[in-house]
C-alpha cells in the first residue's frame, strides 16, 4: 500500500504520469540513497505482444535502513531523460507506460516491490493502444522512496525489447520421396500487425532450412533463404534419408525468434 505520494523518475515523467515530489524537486540530491537491485522485466524475457492485451509484471529489490515506503516503474522512450516523450499518432498520449507498484517487506530494511503493465494493441478499447512504430527498445526508469522520505531514482536503469509476436510455418514434400529425389520446403513468416490487428508477412528476412535426421535430436543448418515481400519461403534440397525439416528465425529487435515444428518426411 502506498503510505504517501511517490517521488518522481523525471521532472518530465512527474508531469505527464502524475507524481508529487514531497519537499523537494526530482533532481534534487539526496543523502542516503535507496539501493535498488534484481530489477526485471517478465522474468527477464523480452516483450512479446500478439494481437490482443498482454499484461507483465516488472519486480525488484529495494533496501534502505529506515524501510520501503514506495516503489515506482516507468516504461518510457524518447532522446533523453528530459525529453522522453514521442508522439506517434492521435490514439497515444505519449510513449510512456506507468502503473504504481506493490511493495512487500522481506525484512525491516527490504522490500520486493512488483508493478503489473497492459499493453495493448487494440486502440478501440484502451487509450495507450500499441502501434507498428513502438516495437523496439525501452528505457526503464526506476525510484525507491524510504519511509525516512530518502530516495533513489535512475531515469534508465535497464532497457527491454517490446516486440511483435512472430508465427512461422512449415510444410516440405512430395511426401513420401524417394531417395535422391527433390523436396521442395515452403513456409512463411508473418508477425503482429498492431497497425491492422492481423498478422502479416515479415519480408525480406533471413531464414534458415534446418533438418533433422530421424532418430536424432540436434537440426543442422542446410541453407539460408530470404523470405518474400509476403513472408513466403520456398526452396528445394535432395532427399537422402527420413527426418524432419523445419524453418529456423533468428529474430530482430522488433520481432521474437521463432522456430517451426518440423515437418517429417518419409524417403523411400
Known amino acids: 500500500m502506498r503510505k504517501r505520494a511517490a517521488l518522481a523518475v523525471l521532472s518530465a ?5 502524475g507524481f508529487a515530489v514531497p519537499g ?5 540530491p539526496q543523502t542516503t540513497a535507496v539501493q535498488i537491485s534484481d530489477v526485471t522485466f517478465d522474468g527477464g524475457k523480452n516483450i512479446v505482444v500478439g494481437l490482443y492485451a498482454k499484461t507483465i509484471t516488472v519486480s525488484g529489490t529495494f533496501t534502505h535502513p529506515s524501510g520501503i515506503q514506495d516503489a515506482d516503474f516507468v516504461l518510457w522512450r524518447g532522446p533523453d531523460g528530459a525529453n522522453p516523450y514521442e508522439t506517434y499518432d492521435d490514439r497515444i498520449v505519449s510513449d510512456q507506460y506507468h502503473s504504481h507498484a506493490d511493495c512487500v517487506a522481506s525484512s525491516a530494511t527490504t522490500s520486493t516491490c512488483s508493478q503489473t503493465f497492459s499493453l495493448e494493441p487494440d486502440w478501440k478499447y484502451s487509450g ?3 502501434t507498428n512504430a513502438h516495437a523496439g527498445t525501452w528505457k526503464v526508469s526506476v525510484q525507491g522512496v524510504a519511509d525516512d522520505d530518502s530516495w ?6 535497464t532497457t527491454t525489447r517490446l516486440q511483435r509476436q512472430s508465427q512461422l510455418t512449415v510444410d516440405a514434400g512430395p511426401e513420401p520421396v524417394a531417395q535422391g529425389g527433390t523436396l521442395t520446403v515452403t513456409g512463411r513468416l508473418t508477425r503482429a500487425d498492431w497497425d491492422n490487428l492481423d498478422y502479416r508477412g515479415c519480408a525480406n528476412q533471413p531464414v534458415r532450412l534446418q533438418f533433422r535426421k530421424a532418430g536424432t535430436t540436434t537440426y543442422t543448418t542446410v541453407k539460408t533463404v530470404y523470405t518474400s515481400s509476403t513472408g513466403t519461403l520456398t526452396t528445394t534440397a535432395p532427399a537422402s534419408e527420413d527426418g524432419y525439416w523445419r524453418w529456423n528465425f533468428a529474430g530482430t529487435s522488433t520481432t521474437p525468434a521463432a522456430k517451426a515444428t518440423g515437418d517429417y518426411v518419409d524417403v523411400r
Open 13 to 17: 515523467v512527474t508531469a505527464l504520469a
Open 24 to 28: 523537494a524537486h526530482a533532481d534534487e
Open 128 to 130: 495507450t493502444a500499441l
Open 152 to 157: 533513489t531514482q535512475t531515469a534508465d536503469y
